[in-house]
């Protein structure tokens, strides 16, 4: 009996103790690592949501970047930090939606080894050509392929989302072209201004002002709808490919094991975010889309993410790399 009363009298401590992470949190400053340099699209973000989450949660929150093996070394370290939400994660689609189906060297988990706090943004990716090359839509893209020999095109990429992309791409068209990888953005767009290759995808926010230039074409967006950045621009889907749709993206997550409380605040303090006009100006001058979710919608989000690259993968003959 005296074991009886000694839990119930502990028990509303413990409630107590749980309910308390959400309405203490936070007492420090929240670090946001982001996995890679500065300057690239997921930096911009973190800088900007980590802006914006120190005026809603009345604490700074800093940036930090640890860069390397394609976002893995940032993204094991997040997995491995306290869950105590004083350590967040800021990627994307590379990191979390296609290196685990790219590397068998991969330290951590994107569905189990995080807290899903939230999707933050979708950027369209532009189907582009050199201007040498004698096409200007997806129809007449197609055609051109179908007349060479397969793999006759080189494509270029900066990373293993763009090249599954791409591979999606090339099997709704029923087409081959040859991947080049490259080490960055920029080295692949010089190749593609030197004629070197001849296609690439890549984000509407690297690709816009080229087109606006005339250096290169811009055929189509894979995003699901048009962009108030480039109306003028069709999507794929309009351009006669059924069904497809790819978009690059960032997200917000935890190391698993927070506190539910504590995602639930930073998921609503980000919904917030993300839902004003501020924000949603900033993003649009890039043709970036707000894109709030909750929790649950991300997880499953990054779940559907992986089965797709697997599958596109495995048709294109990909192997994982050590």
């Not at 197609?142 to 060479?148: F, G, T």
């Not at 001849?198 to 250096?215: C, E, N, Q, R, W």
């Not at 006669?240 to 927070?258: D, I, K, R, Y």
């Amino acid at each position: 009996m005296k074991k009886l009363i000694t839990r119930l009298f502990l028990f509303p401590a413990v409630v107590l103790a749980a309910s308390a992470h959400g309405a203490d949190y936070p007492q420090r400053a929240i670090r946001i690592i982001v996995p890679f340099a500065a300057g690239g699209i997921t930096d911009v973000m973190g800088r900007t949501i980590a802006n914006h989450l120190s005026t809603e949660l009345g604490q700074p929150v800093i940036v930090d970047n640890k860069p390397g093996a394609s976002g893995m070394i940032g993204c094991e370290a997040a997995a491995k930090a306290a869950p105590d939400g004083y350590t967040l994660l800021m990627a994307g689609i590379a990191p979390l939606g296609t290196n685990p189906v790219m590397y068998r060297q991969i330290r951590y988990d994107p569905v189990k080894s995080y807290e899903h706090i939230g999707l933050v943004a979708k950027q369209p990716l532009v189907v582009a050509l050199s201007t040498a090359v004698p096409a200007n839509n997806i129809r007449e893209l197609a055609a051109y392929l179908k007349q060479r020999p397969p793999g006759d095109m080189f494509y270029g990429t900066s990373g293993s989302s763009y090249q599954l992309i791409t591979e999606a791409f090339n099997a709704q068209l029923g087409v081959k072209m040859t991947h080049v990888p490259f080490k960055g953005t920029s080295p692949a767009i010089e190749a593609m201004l030197g004629g070197q290759i001849g296609f690439m995808i890549d984000p509407y926010s690297t690709m816009g002002p080229l087109v606006k230039a005339g250096k290169v074409k811009a055929l189509a967006l894979t995003a699901d709808k048009r962009s108030d950045a480039a109306p003028q621009l069709p999507t794929v889907i309009e351009e006669g490919v059924p069904g497809f749709e790819a978009s690059s993206w960032q997200g917000l997550l935890a190391p698993a094991g927070t506190p539910k409380d504590i995602v639930q605040k930073l998921n609503a303090a980000l919904v917030k975010i993300l839902a004003s006009d501020e924000i949603k100006q900033n993003f649009s001058a890039s043709g970036v889309q707000p894109s709030p979710s909750t929790p649950e919608e991300f997880r499953r989000f990054i779940v559907a993410e992986n089965q797709r690259w697997k599958s596109v993968a495995a048709a294109a003959g990909i192997q994982p790399q050590d």
